[in-house]
């Protein structure tokens, strides 16, 4: 048999294979939005915050994905479908700010993204990696809208799906 003749075999990835691929893109951006605020601040932080979005954002942005999949991003239409989403109802003046957001970022309907717990779990998953790259650096992980986290700049509302928020001490 030629070896130009042989067939490729076809590689079948699983759900899993899937996700991790997800997870790995995600922590590897994670470390190079770390590696730029180092260069920015210039000096080594003692401790790492990082900020993963609230849930809200996620179905909001699932949302926008569905809508506008065949379409421009309309900040008009998406208002209009989260009014009438109850999840969403609650968050419309923040939603505004965030279409805004998408507008400008239209990567956002390219990625898959990660529900807020998994994102969470791969950052407490590479925890210790993180901190060893980032010189023993102290990496405390919070979800933008649990109770009584310490964020003094109020970097979690910045947070984005696949996009957490970070600050640094």
């Keep these: 048999d030629y070896i130009s003749l042989v067939k490729i075999p076809t590689v079948e990835l699983t759900e899993e294979d899937r996700l991790l691929a997800t997870q790995a893109k995600f922590i590897s951006n994670v470390i190079e939005d770390l590696e730029q605020i180092e260069k920015l601040v210039k000096t080594k932080p003692s401790k790492i915050y990082i900020y993963v979005n609230a849930a809200w954002k996620n179905h909001l942005y699932t949302v926008a ?14 208002m209009a479908e989260a009014k009438k989403d109850p999840e969403l109802q609650r968050h419309m003046k923040e939603i505004a700010n965030e279409a805004k957001i998408m507008q400008k970022d239209s990567s956002v309907f390219r990625i898959e993204l990660l529900s807020v ?3 969470k ?43 957490p928020a970070i600050y640094v001490e």
Excluded at 65 to 78: P, R, S, T, V
């Design 117 to 119: 717990a998994l994102q």
């Design 121 to 163: 779990q791969a950052l407490e998953g590479y925890r210790s990696y993180i901190q060893e790259k980032f010189g023993g650096a102290e990496v405390i992980i919070f979800v933008a809208d649990e109770t009584n986290i310490y964020d003094p700049q109020k970097k979690s509302l910045k947070a984005r799906p696949m996009k």
């Design 65 to 78: 994905q569905q809508l506008f999949k065949d379409e421009a991003m309309n900040i008009g239409k998406l």
